[in-house]
Structure formats: C-alpha cells, structure tokens
C-alpha cells in the first residue's frame, strides 16, 4: 500500500477565480522542457512551474521532507503525488496573486493519475504538449547537461532508471492527453530554434 501522506489545507478559490490556461508541458528527460519553456516565457510572459526545480527547492529549503525526496530522485522515481501537488498549487497561488497570465507546468503530470488529481482538484488543462525524443538522444543530453547541472540525477545509471520510469509511467499520459483531443505532439530531435517554431504555431492560437 503507498504510504499515507499528508495533505495540506490549500485554498486555491483565486485560483479558480483567476481561470488562466493551463499548459502541460511533457517528454522525457532530457527532452528539452525546460529550454522550450524558457523560451515560452520570454514571449508570451506565462508562469512557468517546473515540478522538479519544486521538489529541488524543497530538498533545498532542509525541510523534514527534503531528505525523502532526494532518495526518490538519485532512484530515478516519481515522488508521492500529493507531495507534488500540493508544491504545485502552493506556486500557482503565488503566481496568480502577482497577476499571472497563464501557467507552463513543466515536468507534470508524469502519471496518469496525477493529471486526472490536478485537473478534479484545480481545473482542466488546455493543452499537453508533448516533446517527442528517441531514447538515444534523452541519454545524450543528459549526460552533456550532467556535465553542469549539479543534479543528483544527471548520471547514467539514474538516467536508465528515469527512462524507464518515463516509459512506464509517463508515456500513457500522452495517450491519455490524445484520446481528450488534448495533446500536441511536438518532435523535439532539431535545433532549439526549429522546435520554438512549431510551438508558437500551437500557442500563438491561444495566446494573442
Ligand atoms: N533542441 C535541443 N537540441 C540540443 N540540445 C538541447 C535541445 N533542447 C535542450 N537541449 C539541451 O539538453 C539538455 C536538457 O534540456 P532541458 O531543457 O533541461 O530538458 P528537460 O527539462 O526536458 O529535462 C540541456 O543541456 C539543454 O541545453
Ligand atoms: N510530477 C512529478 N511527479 C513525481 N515526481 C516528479 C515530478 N516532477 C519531478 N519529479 C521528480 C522525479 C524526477 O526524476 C525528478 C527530476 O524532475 P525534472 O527536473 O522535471 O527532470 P527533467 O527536467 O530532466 O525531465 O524529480
Ligand atoms: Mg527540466
């Protein structure tokens, strides 16, 4: 049986009030998320919420919790989902306060479950885009970003282990997203720019 966590008492009514587009940003390590997003920010100014940088701010700010969380991460597995949720909803509420005007959430969900508890708990996404890349190159570019990254998972035996869990856990999302007519499928093997191009044609049609 998973362990009971608990869960805290968040008010997300501004959330609500605040009815903003949600984006679901999904693909494999390495698959360039969170350069996408960068890039995404830049231009159409949305908030954009890593659920791993949560989860390293976490481990960062030695809460009790903190320790738990690195070993599930060094193990290349996904951490409890109200754990991260509840990281989620914390900096919704924050962003939507400082007037935000749409949400990238990056890195989530990463199981099927954890999308259907976002969306009943917070509200439907819009979209998920999905970056496609061949396991080859997610290998690759994580280990040229362990080069920098300083991150207790960028090293080849943990990337093994966050493949698997990518195909195992994460790879029904996307079949999920596709049967709502949510998802986007994006190939994301080219230059950053090229990719960056195929993503404005999808939310330029959302966001003027
Ligand atoms: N289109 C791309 N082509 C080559 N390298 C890329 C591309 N997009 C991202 N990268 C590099 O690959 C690594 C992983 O990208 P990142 O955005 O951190 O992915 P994710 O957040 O999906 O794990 C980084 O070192 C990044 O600079
Ligand atoms: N939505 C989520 N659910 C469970 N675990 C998560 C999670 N997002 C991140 N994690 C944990 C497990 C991941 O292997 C680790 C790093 O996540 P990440 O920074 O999003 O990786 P990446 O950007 O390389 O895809 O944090
Ligand atoms: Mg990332």
Redesign the pocket.
């Known amino acids: 049986m998973a362990p009971t966590v608990e869960r805290k008492q968040i008010d997300i009514t501004p959330l609500k009030k605040a009815n903003v587009p949600i984006i679901f940003i999904v693909?494999g390590?390495?698959?360039?998320?969170?350069?996408?997003c960068e890039r995404i920010v830049k231009k159409y100014g949305l908030s954009h919420l890593s659920s791993g940088d949560l989860l390293r701010d976490e481990v960062k700010s030695g809460s009790a919790r903190g320790g738990q969380l690195t070993k599930i991460m060094e193990a290349g597995e996904l951490v409890p989902l109200e754990v991260v949720l509840d990281l989620v909803k914390e900096a919704m509420l924050k962003e939507v306060a400082k007037g935000s005007k749409g949400f990238l959430i990056?890195?989530y969900p990463r199981e099927v479950k954890q999308g259907d508890q976002f969306e009943a708990e917070i509200m439907p996404a819009r979209l998920a885009l999905y970056?496609e890349v061949a396991e080859e190159t997610l290998v690759k570019?994580?280990l040229?970003?362990a080069e920098t990254s300083g991150r207790v998972d960028d090293n080849a035996e943990t990337i093994k282990k966050r493949l698997k869990t990518f195909m195992q856990s994460t790879t029904p999302v996307v079949d999920h997203y596709a049967k709502k007519g949510k998802l986007v499928k994006i190939n994301?093997e080219?230059?950053?720019d090229e990719?960056f191009g195929v993503v404005q044609q999808h939310l330029d049609k959302i966001f003027k």
């Open positions: 693909g390590p390495g698959s360039g998320k969170g350069t996408q990056d890195g970056f570019r994580c040229k970003r994301a080219g230059g950053v990719i």
